[in-house]
Nanobody, 122 residues
Framework: QVQLVESGGGLVQAGGSLRLSCAASGRTSSSYGVGWFRQAPGKEREFVGTIAWTSDTKYADSVKGRFTISRDNAKNTVYLQMNSLKPEDTAVYYC????????????????WGQGTQVTVSS
């Protein structure tokens, strides 16, 4: 079992930045990837990006060049750095753990955090 807790969400103006954290506990000695997903009001949850245990990354086209995922294995924490934020980035952001290499589908992720709200004002 892997437990995940997101933090760092909040309210930011368009063009601003936020950094989300995803702290893992439990079975953290295993090699797993961590993905970020988001769900806006009235929309389905969508893939944002993911980082493998090797630190390889993959991003959705909508965030490529603006968002960066990194991981600190010593702290069992993964970060989502979000720059040049847009109102359409407003959503609840979730991190999730997977044993699938750079998975982008929700059903490839076995463990999920509770989510953190990000609101971008125009």
């Amino acid at each position: 079992q892997v437990q995940l807790v997101e933090s760092g969400g909040g309210l930011v103006q368009a063009g601003g930045s936020l950094r989300l954290s995803c702290a893992a506990s439990g079975r953290t000695s295993s090699s797993y990837g961590v993905g970020w997903f988001r769900q806006a009001p009235g929309k389905e949850r969508e893939f944002v990006g993911t980082i493998a245990w090797t630190s390889d990354t993959k991003y959705a086209d909508s965030v490529k060049g603006r968002f960066t995922i990194s991981r600190d294995n010593a702290k069992n924490t993964v970060y989502l750095q979000m720059n040049s934020l847009k109102p359409e980035d407003t959503a609840v952001y979730y991190c999730a753990a997977s044993f699938v290499w750079l998975g982008h589908l929700q059903n490839q992720y076995q463990y999920w955090g509770q989510g953190t709200q990000v609101t971008v004002s125009s």
